[in-house]
Nanobody
Framework: QLQAFGGGLVQPGGSLRLSCATS????????IGWFRQAPGKEREGVSC????????YYADSVKGRFTASRDNAKNSVYLQMNSLKPEDTAVYYCATGPYGSSCPETSMYYWGKGTQVTVSS
């Protein structure tokens, strides 16, 4: 089972750190993607962190504000979100798939339960 947690309500400009953890399998065999879905919108990719070298990729909308990292020893992946904006409000998901350095949404086959992030004053 894969699960994202750490969401909550935060004011604009604030920060949150999401975690993605799993039981039953190791996360270090593939890249891990973060995705989000806002009400009435399609799910979109936010970030991807590669399996071995920790290389990261970000959507333009979060570049410079979000940072993905992983701790393979703890079997966990993190998404540090700074300078949050109301448009970041969404349910955030972590997912894994067959590739070591990319996270194409349609190829991801394990999806964690999402965590709600609400940015509002």
């Amino acid at each position: 089972q894969l699960q994202a947690f750490g969401g909550g309500l935060v004011q604009p400009g604030g920060s949150l750190r999401l975690s993605c953890a799993t039981s039953g399998f190791a996360l270090n065999y593939s890249a891990i993607g973060w995705f989000r879905q806002a009400p009435g919108k399609e799910r979109e990719g936010v970030s991807c962190i590669s399996r071995s070298d920790g290389r990261t990729y970000y959507a333009d909308s979060v570049k410079g504000r979000f940072t993905a990292s992983r701790d393979n020893a703890k079997n966990s992946v993190y998404l540090q979100m700074n300078s949050l904006k109301p448009e970041d409000t969404a349910v955030y998901y972590c997912a894994t798939g067959p590739y070591g350095s990319s996270c194409p949404e349609t190829s991801m086959y394990y999806w964690g339960k999402g965590t709600q992030v609400t940015v509002s004053s």
